[in-house]
C-alpha cells in the first residue's frame, strides 16, 4: 500500500513559554494522500501557516509527529532533513519566491541541481515540468519579464519538478486576477490527477472549490471538514440557485 | 427574472414551439432553473394575450410555433436595458435565520454559521467540479460562475458574521467586567 504523502499526527506547537506561550497548534491530525488535494481554511492566528512550515520541516513541532512519504521528520538528522525537503517537497507562495537573476528553466532546475542532479539532466527536467504547465517556449526567459501568472506556474513547475510529489501552497494566487488565479489551481488540480498531494491555505471559498477536502482550523486545530457526498449534476438538477434559497 | 423575459430571449432568437422552448430554455441555463411545458404554455397564452408573441400555423403534428412581435422585442430590450432591482430578488432565507437565531436564546450562532459554511464549500466543490469538467457553452459557463460567486460571497459574509460575533461577545464581556468593577451601573449594552 503507498504511503500517505502527508501525516500529521497529533501536532503540536507552542510558540515561547509560560504565560507568554501562544498554542499555535493543538493536537492537529491531518492526512494527504497522493492524489489528493486538501484545502486550509481559517481566520488569521488560527495556525495555517504554521502547519504548512510544519508539514515541510521548516519548523519542528513542539509535540507529535510529521511523516512526509513515510519518513518521520522528527527523526531525521539536519542534513536528511534537508534532502526530504529539497526532494520530496516543493513551496508555491503568494510571491512566487522565483531568483530574478535566473532564467525560468534555471529557476526550475535550482533545486535537482542543489541535490547534486548534473545540469545538462536537471535543465532537461526542468523544460519538461515548464511543458506541463503551459510554459513551453519561455525556458529562457527571466521572471521579471513574465506576467505575474506565468511567474506563478513557474513556481508551480519547480514545485513538483523531479520526484517532488507534495506540494504546499500558501494563497497561490493572492497577486492574481481573478480569472488567472483560477488558471493557477486548476494547474494545481491537474498536478494532483497526475498523482502529486498538495495542501493549499486559502481564504477564498472559490479556490478551496477546486479541493477533495476542505478543513476548518480554529486555534489550532481541525473543527471541522466539508467535502462531496453528492454528483455535480444531483446538486444543479435539484438544488440550484433557485431551490438553494 | 420572470418566465416571460427569458422566453421572449429564446424567441428572439428564432420561432419554436413549446417543448423546445423548455428544452432551450434548461440547455441556456444549465438546468438551474428547471419549467415544466405547463409552466411555458401559461406563458405563452399571456404572451399572445398581451401582443408579444404571434402563433404560426400548426405543423403536421400538431404543432404551433411561436414568434416573438415587435412589441415583443420591444419588451425585450428594456428588460436588457434594466438593471435587476434587489428588491425584485427572493428573499435571502439564511440572513434572516442568522437574524433571528441570535436573538433566540440556547441557539449555538457560531455552530449555525460552521454548519452553513461547510455546506456552502460543499456546494462549491460540486460546481467547481463541473467548471473542471470542460467548458460548457457560453450561456451555461456565465451560469455557473455567477453559482460560484454568489457561494464565495456567502462565504465572505459567513466569515463576517462570524468575527463581529466575537467582537460582540468581547465588548459584551468588557462592558460586564467594568460593570462589576465599578459600583456605577452600565449604561450601555451591545445588543446580540
Same mark, same amino acid.
Given at each position: ?6 501525516e ?5 506547537r ?6 507568554a506561550?501562544?498554542h499555535? &497548534?493543538?493536537?492537529?491530525? &491531518? ?7 486538501v484545502a486550509? %481554511? ?6 495555517k ?12 513541532a513542539?509535540a507529535?509527529?510529521?511523516r512526509?512519504?513515510g519518513?518521520?521528520?522528527?527523526s531525521?538528522?539536519k542534513?536528511e532533513?534537508?534532502?526530504v525537503r ?14 530574478p537573476?535566473l ?7 535550482l ?5 547534486k !542532479?548534473?545540469?545538462?539532466?536537471a535543465v532537461r527536467?526542468? @523544460? ?10 519561455l525556458?529562457d526567459?527571466?521572471?521579471?519579464? &513574465? ?6 506556474r ?9 520526484? @517532488?510529489?507534495?506540494i504546499l501552497?500558501d494563497e ?11 488558471? !493557477?489551481?486548476?494547474?494545481?488540480r491537474?498536478?494532483?490527477d ?8 486559502t481564504?477564498e ?5 477546486w479541493?477533495? @477536502?476542505v ?6 486545530? !481541525?473543527?471541522?471538514?466539508a ?7 444531483a446538486?444543479?438538477s435539484?438544488?440550484? %440557485?433557485?431551490?438553494?434559497? | ?15 419554436m414551439?413549446?417543448?423546445q422552448?423548455r428544452?432551450?430554455f /434548461?440547455?441556456?441555463t444549465?438546468?438551474t432553473?428547471p419549467?415544466?411545458v405547463?409552466q411555458?404554455?401559461t ?8 401582443g408579444?408573441?404571434?402563433?404560426? *400555423?400548426e ?6 410555433r ?5 412589441a415583443g422585442?420591444? *419588451?425585450?430590450?428594456g ?10 430578488r ?6 434572516i435565520?442568522?437574524?433571528l437565531?441570535v436573538?433566540v436564546?440556547g441557539? /449555538?450562532?457560531g455552530a ?5 459554511r461547510?455546506?456552502?464549500i460543499?456546494?462549491?466543490? /460540486? ?7 470542460g467548458?460548457?457553452?457560453?450561456s451555461? +459557463?456565465?451560469?455557473l460562475e455567477?453559482?460560484?460567486y454568489?457561494?464565495?460571497a456567502?462565504?465572505?459574509?459567513l466569515d463576517?458574521?462570524?468575527a463581529?460575533l466575537?467582537?460582540?461577545a468581547? *465588548?459584551?464581556?468588557q462592558? +460586564? /467586567?467594568?460593570?462589576?468593577?465599578s ?5 450601555t449594552?451591545v445588543?446580540?
Amino acid at each position: 500500500m503507498t504511503a500517505p504523502a502527508l501525516e500529521i499526527i497529533d501536532v503540536s506547537r507552542i510558540h515561547g513559554r509560560g504565560d507568554a506561550a501562544v498554542h499555535a &497548534l493543538r493536537g492537529l491530525h &491531518l492526512t494527504v494522500a497522493p492524489g489528493e488535494m486538501v484545502a486550509v %481554511m481559517g481566520p488569521s492566528g488560527s495556525g495555517k501557516s504554521t502547519l504548512l512550515n510544519v508539514a515541510g520541516g521548516l519548523d519542528q513541532a513542539t509535540a507529535g509527529r510529521v511523516r512526509v512519504h513515510g519518513q518521520e521528520l522528527g527523526s531525521l538528522s539536519k542534513g536528511e532533513l534537508a534532502q526530504v525537503r529539497r526532494r520530496m517537497v516543493g513551496y508555491v507562495f503568494q510571491d512566487y519566491n522565483l531568483i530574478p537573476s535566473l532564467t525560468a528553466a534555471e529557476n526550475v532546475a535550482l533545486p535537482l541541481e542543489l541535490d547534486k !542532479v548534473r545540469t545538462k539532466e536537471a535543465v532537461r527536467q526542468a @523544460r519538461t515540468a515548464l511543458d506541463e504547465v503551459g510554459l513551453d517556449g519561455l525556458y529562457d526567459r527571466f521572471p521579471d519579464d &513574465l506576467s505575474g501568472g506565468q511567474q506563478q506556474r513557474i513556481a508551480i513547475a519547480r514545485a513538483v519538478v523531479g520526484e @517532488r510529489s507534495l506540494i504546499l501552497a500558501d494563497e497561490p494566487t493572492g497577486a492574481l486576477d481573478s480569472e488567472t488565479g483560477e488558471q !493557477v489551481l486548476a494547474l494545481l488540480r491537474a498536478r494532483c490527477d497526475a498523482g502529486a498531494a498538495a495542501l493549499l491555505v486559502t481564504h477564498e471559498a472559490r479556490h478551496a472549490g477546486w479541493a477533495d @477536502r476542505v478543513v476548518f482550523l480554529r486555534d489550532g486545530a !481541525v473543527v471541522d471538514e466539508a467535502g462531496s457526498a453528492v454528483t455535480p449534476e444531483a446538486f444543479v438538477s435539484g438544488n440550484g %440557485m433557485a431551490g438553494a434559497r | 427574472m420572470s418566465i416571460k423575459h427569458g422566453l421572449l430571449a429564446l424567441l428572439e432568437r428564432e420561432p419554436m414551439y413549446g417543448y423546445q422552448l423548455r428544452t432551450e430554455f /434548461d440547455t441556456t441555463t444549465g438546468s438551474t432553473w428547471p419549467l415544466n411545458v405547463g409552466q411555458v404554455y401559461t406563458t405563452l397564452a399571456r404572451l399572445e394575450r398581451d401582443g408579444l408573441v404571434t402563433p404560426g *400555423e400548426e405543423d403536421d403534428e400538431g404543432r404551433v410555433r411561436y414568434a416573438i412581435t415587435a412589441a415583443g422585442r420591444d *419588451e425585450l430590450t428594456g428588460w436588457f436595458a434594466t438593471p435587476v432591482a434587489s428588491s425584485d430578488r427572493p428573499r435571502d432565507e439564511l440572513a434572516i435565520k442568522l437574524a433571528l437565531a441570535v436573538t433566540v436564546p440556547g441557539v /449555538d450562532v457560531g455552530a449555525v454559521i460552521q454548519r452553513q459554511r461547510a455546506a456552502t464549500i460543499t456546494a462549491m466543490q /460540486d460546481l467547481t467540479r463541473l467548471k473542471k469538467a470542460g467548458p460548457g457553452d457560453l450561456s451555461w +459557463t456565465l451560469v455557473l460562475e455567477s453559482m460560484r460567486y454568489q457561494l464565495e460571497a456567502e462565504v465572505r459574509w459567513l466569515d463576517h458574521c462570524e468575527a463581529t460575533l466575537a467582537r460582540a461577545a468581547r *465588548e459584551r464581556t468588557q462592558i +460586564t /467586567d467594568g460593570a462589576a468593577a465599578s459600583s456605577e451601573p452600565a449604561t450601555t449594552g451591545v445588543r446580540r
